[in-house]
Structures are given as C-alpha cells and as structure tokens.
C-alpha cells in the first residue's frame, strides 16, 4: 500500500512547482526566449528615443543580475558587486558578434541552476541564507521573478520602439 503524501510535503511540491512556473513560464509575461529572440544585430547596440537602455545592455543587465543572486544564494564565500557598474555592461553596444548570444546562454544556463536549487527537495526554501541579512532562496526565487519580468519587459518595449518587435 502506498503511503499517503503529508499536507506538508504536497504544498512543498506546489510551492516550488509555483516557483519554477514563474521563473520559467509565461503566465503573465512574455518568456525571455521570445524577447531575445530573432533581434538584428545592427539593433542591439541602439538606444531609441524615449528609452535608458539599448537591448545589449537590457539582456546582459538580465544576465548580470541574475548570476550575482545566484551566486549570493549559494556561494558563502560571496561579495556584494559594485553597484551600479557590477550590474551593467560597460557599454551599450556588444564588445563583438558573439557576445549577444554569450550573453543568452550563461543567462539560461544560471536560470537552470537556479531553478535546480529551488527543485531541489534538500534546499530550505525558508531558511536564512547564512551569509546574508535575513534573505531566503524563497526571497530570492521571487525577486529573480519579479527583475526578469521587469526587464524583459523594457526589452520588449525597446525592441518595439526601434521597430523590431513581431509577436
């Protein structure tokens, strides 16, 4: 016979199955596969008018970003970057051809390891981070969350705004 699930474990499984959605799904907001996706290159170093920032500097910001809240949620050895410049690229176009799609790739690489660490029933979703002050990977799952779809969303927009933007 088997042995029933515990209420407690099931809403774990919920929680980080909940978790991994809004990491990687599109509920509510367009994926960053289709925000990256299909951009010229001639477009990705440009700044319209009405915007901060040009797509490179959007996506490699993403990527930035991301890897330092990963990094802070399993490195105890982790230093707080400098801010703003550990945060953004130094310029606003690519340094050459390959770094668009570079930067793509550790930006999905670092998602799919943080959403091992949130899958992974040993990680303490509740926890404090021991090097932190009072952070969770709870807290951080969700604000990865809520950073990518800000940011993407500024991508979508910039990429409209230079007309290059076909959902």
């Given at each position: 016979?088997?042995?029933?699930?515990?209420?407690v474990?099931?809403?774990?499984?919920?929680?980080?199955?909940?978790?991994?959605?809004?990491?990687?799904?599109?509920?509510?907001?367009?994926?960053?596969?289709?925000?990256?996706?299909?951009l010229?290159?001639?477009?990705?170093?440009?700044?319209?008018?009405?915007?901060?920032?040009?797509?490179?500097?959007?996506?490699?910001?993403?990527?930035?970003?991301?890897?330092?809240?990963?990094?802070?949620?399993?490195?105890?050895?982790?230093?707080?970057?400098?801010?703003?410049?550990?945060?953004?690229?130094?310029?606003?176009?690519?340094?050459?051809?390959?770094?668009?799609?570079?930067?793509?790739?550790?930006?999905?690489?670092?998602?799919?390891?943080?959403?091992?660490?949130?899958?992974?029933?040993?990680?303490?979703?509740?926890?404090?981070?021991?090097?932190?002050?009072?952070?969770?990977?709870?807290?951080?799952a969700?604000?990865?969350?809520?950073?990518?779809?800000?940011?993407?969303?500024?991508?979508?927009?910039?990429?409209?705004?230079?007309?290059?933007?076909?959902?």
């Open positions: 016979m088997a042995k029933k699930e515990s209420p474990n099931r809403r774990e499984k919920i929680l980080r199955n909940h978790l991994l959605d809004l990491l990687t799904g599109s509920n509510a907001h367009v994926p960053f596969d289709a925000a990256v996706k299909d010229p290159a001639a477009l990705r170093g440009k700044t319209p008018k009405g915007a901060d920032h040009s797509p490179w500097e959007l996506l490699d910001h993403l990527r930035l970003a991301q890897e330092d809240i990963l990094d802070f949620s399993r490195n105890p050895k982790y230093k707080e970057r400098p801010f703003p410049e550990g945060y953004w690229p130094a310029s606003a176009a690519p340094p050459d051809e390959k770094a668009w799609e570079k930067s793509i790739r550790a930006f999905r690489k670092d998602l799919k390891s943080f959403c091992a660490l949130v899958s992974d029933p040993k990680t303490d979703l509740y926890a404090k981070i021991p090097h932190g002050s009072g952070q969770t990977i709870l807290r951080e969700l604000l990865i969350a809520d950073h990518n779809a800000y940011h993407v969303g500024q991508l979508i927009l910039v990429r409209r705004l230079l007309g290059a933007w076909n959902p």
